[in-house]
């Protein structure tokens, strides 16, 4: 079982084709600059202007047109990047505007690229077609595409350090590993880790997994938030099953809970019913309640009412779950939530469906809110429902909030930190 998950990962990897979709996953429309000559629609021609731009952009002589019947794309030059630059920057017709894009992307060279950046360079770090860009740039680019990063004011260095890492993982780990913890002027692992699990996960889901699972033994905060990576790869890169079964094959621990969770919230932004019965034979197996909650957390805010209902038709404690999709339920329809916990037998079940539903209400009438959670009959949950209801009261109205605190049954610690010190 110790390397089942990289058995697993391999698999899907190989069954699902181009991993680097998960990064750099715009579809490409086969671009009509054949050999830098444009193709101008015959029902719908063009602007004159910016077919003029396009038009044989990058050809090198009269290469473009023999270029194009070959099926191959002419070299850029200087003059044809430019053009296309302007192309990009100008076009209103989105399509045009794409297949500039497009064109600069296929003739980009480590000789070309700072060259094709200036194109580009007017658009925000969070911009698809700057993040696009520097992914390219860093599968063909390695450290010294990355490092250009450093000197830019730009968020640059994240998406070509996943470009290196999806086309050369083994050289973008030993640079990656070479780096600070922290400092260096973003040159670091801290900040630079999530976009190197981004393209370890593209190349190599077997090396992301293991070196997600080292992060947790060593402690990293950031481990769940890496994991999640590496399980958005594996659903979309082989789908449910796939991911399914490799979850299935990790460690036992909060590591692949987290996978199961993620697997599990994906499943319910499609199709919430077909999640629900993927997740209802897992409700008894290790880390099964993970996905379960997972259902809870995203189908509560969807529809509340159905997530409870489904829980509850669960074998096996699945309390923890109830809270978040009694919090959707109340949030939608407070009375019918409300009716519906008056209803259920005192159990942990009903203790988590009053957090859940404290947690949507208490803003609107925290008075109410302290009269449920005071129903909660574990002691510790109890006094953390009080503990948030107390929070947002005296935000909402101070004086009546801290005339009650005194007898509200909480420590005194607490009460002194939800007042700051003040009696």
């Known amino acids: 079982m ?51 731009s396009l ?80 992914f390219a740039w860093g599968k063909i680019g390695g450290a010294d595409a990355v490092v250009h990063g450093a000197g830019t004011d730009k968020r640059d260095m994240g998406p070509t350090l996943a470009g290196w890492a999806s086309a050369d993982p083994a050289g973008a780990k030993a640079w990656f590993g070479s780096l600070e913890e922290k400092g260096g002027k973003g040159l670091n692992r801290d900040q630079l880790k999530e976009a190197f699990v981004h393209g370890l996960a593209i190349a190599d889901p077997g090396m992301a997994t293991e070196y997600v699972m080292g992060l947790g033994a060593a402690g990293d905060p950031r481990a769940k938030q890496m994991m999640g990576i590496v399980t958005e790869k594996m659903l979309t890169a082989g789908g449910v099953d796939c991911a399914t079964g490799w979850a299935r094959g990790l460690p036992d621990g909060g590591l692949r809970d987290h996978a199961y969770y993620e697997i599990a919230r994906a499943q ?92 949507s209400y208490r803003w609107e009438d925290p008075v109410s809110s302290v009269a449920w959670a005071n129903q909660i009959t574990n002691a510790k949950n109890r006094q953390d429902v009080l503990t948030m209801t107390a929070e947002a009261w005296l935000k909402k109205d101070p004086a009546n909030a801290a005339a009650w605190l005194p007898g509200s049954g909480l420590p005194a610690e607490v009460q002194q930190r939800l007042t700051g010190g003040k009696k």
Request: a neutral charge; one cysteine or more; proline letters at 6%.
């Open 2 to 52: 110790k390397n089942q998950h990289l058995v697993t990962a391999a698999w899907c990897a190989v069954t699902a084709g181009a991993f680097a979709l998960g990064w750099w996953a715009k579809p490409q429309a086969r671009s009509r600059f054949e050999g830098g000559a444009a193709v101008s629609s015959p029902a719908r021609p063009a602007p004159v202007a910016v077919s003029r």
């Open 268 to 359: 319910v932004r499609q199709d919430p019913a077909a999640a629900a019965a993927w997740a209802a034979p897992l409700a008894a197996e290790k880390g099964g309640g993970a996905a379960v909650y997972g259902i809870s957390s995203e189908w509560g805010p969807r529809n509340g009412q159905a997530a409870v209902q489904w829980l509850e038709s669960l074998k096996g404690d699945q309390s923890a779950s109830f809270g978040p999709a009694m919090a959707g339920w109340a949030k939608a329809d407070p009375l019918a939530a409300s009716q519906h916990i008056s209803a259920m037998p005192p159990s942990e079940n009903r203790n988590n469906a009053i957090g859940g539903m404290v947690y």
């Open 55 to 134: 038009a044989g952009a990058g050809a090198v002589g009269g290469g473009a047109v023999e270029a194009g019947k070959s099926g191959a794309l002419a070299p850029l030059t200087s003059a044809g990047i430019a053009e296309l630059g302007e192309a990009f920057r100008t076009a209103t017709d989105p399509i045009l505007k794409r297949e500039a894009f497009a064109r600069l992307i296929a003739g980009l060279t480590v000789h070309n690229a700072l060259e094709i950046r200036k194109q580009i360079e007017h658009l925000d770090s969070d911009d698809p077609n700057f993040r696009d860009f520097h």
